[in-house]
């Protein structure tokens, strides 16, 4: 899960430079496109196309569809507000898998649980800043890709049991990449350099990668226990902001974030105690 968390922000990255030039349907559809090649010639010469038989294939489809309602959301978000701040907001998937974890996974809470998310989403409110700047539209969208994105682990989990790692990996791309394919003659624009090329091939590598080991996170740890340790996207996602944005946080980004970060983590202590 650390090194998903370091990977994401490169996609992130590649996803706001082309934002600005390209719809956020296009770069969606090749991050999933690209995302399918690159797990297909990974995993098909070795396994066929049985890698596809799911057990749980009405799971793994709302699970796809979860992870391409994510990215929309984030790729569009993307386009108008720095990589920092929608890393912070992002994070707060671990808080709606904690939330959900009791309900549909049957997995323990407890009081400390509860106003650990509570207070993460208190983070949320001092970063996002009703009445600034910062609390707009792609904001708020930021948020709708953490809930997309927080059911889509408690899917993750749920099918974790029945499908092998390398299957779950390849369902995401498969539905995102074909289903957005429907809207691509709407909005398509022809990549203008080579570029802009790599870029979007880049978003599919890192995100394919990425979503690989959080599959295999899902497999070896509880939902609620692993999630805490996407906390690294954020490191990632200042220093790919600096870099390649010149842009660094402010002070309250930063109050906001480690609110965030400190009730994932306590979070994520209080569950492991627990057991």
């Not at 090194?3 to 090749?30: E, H, I, N, R």
């Not at 808080?95 to 009081?111: K, N």
């Not at 059911?151 to 092998?164: K, M, S």
């Not at 690294?232 to 870099?243: C, P, Y």
Request: hydrophobic share 55%; net charge positive; with cysteine.
């Amino acid at each position: 899960m650390c090194t998903a968390g370091l990977l994401f922000p490169m996609m992130s990255g590649f996803a706001k430079f082309l934002g600005q030039d390209y719809s956020s349907l296009q770069v969606s559809w090749a991050r999933a496109f690209v995302h399918l090649l690159f797990l297909s010639a990974l995993f098909l010469p070795h396994s066929g196309l049985g890698v596809l038989r799911s057990r749980r294939p009405g799971l793994q489809l709302v699970r796809a569809a979860m992870l391409t309602t994510s990215n929309l959301a984030t790729f569009y978000a993307l386009t108008f507000i720095p990589l920092a701040e929608q890393a912070a907001i992002q994070l707060t998937a671990p808080l709606i898998v904690a939330l959900l974890a009791w309900p549909v996974l049957r997995e323990r809470t407890t009081v400390a649980s509860i106003s650990a998310v509570a207070m993460g989403f208190v983070g949320v409110l001092v970063l996002l800043r009703p009445g600034s700047s910062m609390f707009q539209w792609p904001a708020l969208w930021v948020l709708v890709s953490a809930i997309a994105y927080g059911v889509y682990q408690i899917l993750t989990r749920l099918v974790a049991p029945h499908d092998p790692p390398a299957t779950s990996a390849l369902w995401c791309p498969l539905v995102g990449a074909f289903g957005l394919m429907l809207a691509l003659p709407f909005v398509w624009r022809t990549p203008a350099n080579l570029s802009d090329l790599l870029m979007f091939l880049g978003c599919g590598a890192f995100g394919a990668i990425g979503h690989y080991f959080v599959a295999r996170a899902m497999v070896h740890a509880p939902a609620n226990v692993i999630s805490p340790f996407q906390y690294f996207q954020l490191i990632g996602s200042v220093i790919i902001g600096w870099l390649f944005f010149s842009h660094l946080p402010d002070a309250a980004t930063w109050i906001g974030a480690t609110i965030i970060v400190t009730s994932g983590l306590y979070l994520g202590w209080t569950q492991h105690r627990t057991r």
